[in-house]
């Protein structure tokens, strides 16, 4: 049985990528804890995806977590601040 996948979004218009709906969620609900009531730089971002989906994760975490990043962004979910550098946040 083949698993369901989604196409995500991209901020800037491109093309976006198809993955798992279940990576989705899971990268998503990490990326949402990890930012929940805090700002962090992408590598901060990266680190705690990292620790957070150590164990039990198929696949590239960074490359995951910047395509569920930018979809999110798309979304209007998560924000990128003006500051240098530049953070991530809940909006």
């Known amino acids: 049985m ?3 996948t ?3 979004r991209h901020p800037a218009g ?3 990528k198809r993955i798992t709906k279940d990576k ?3 990268v998503k609900r990490a990326m949402l804890s990890a930012l929940r009531n805090r700002e962090l ?3 901060e971002l990266m680190r705690a995806l990292g620790r957070k989906l150590k164990s ?3 696949g590239n975490v ?3 977590g910047e395509t569920v ?3 999110l962004e798309a979304r209007r979910v998560v924000e990128r601040t003006e500051t240098k550098p530049q953070r991530y946040r809940l909006r």
Request: glycine letters at 12%; charged letters at 30%; hydrophobic letters at 25%.
């Open 2 to 4: 083949k698993d369901e």
């Open 6 to 8: 989604i196409l995500t």
């Open 14 to 16: 491109k093309q976006g």
């Open 24 to 26: 989705y969620g899971v």
């Open 41 to 43: 730089t992408h590598t």
């Open 56 to 58: 039990g994760f198929e």
């Open 62 to 64: 960074n490359w995951y």
């Open 69 to 71: 990043k930018l979809d």
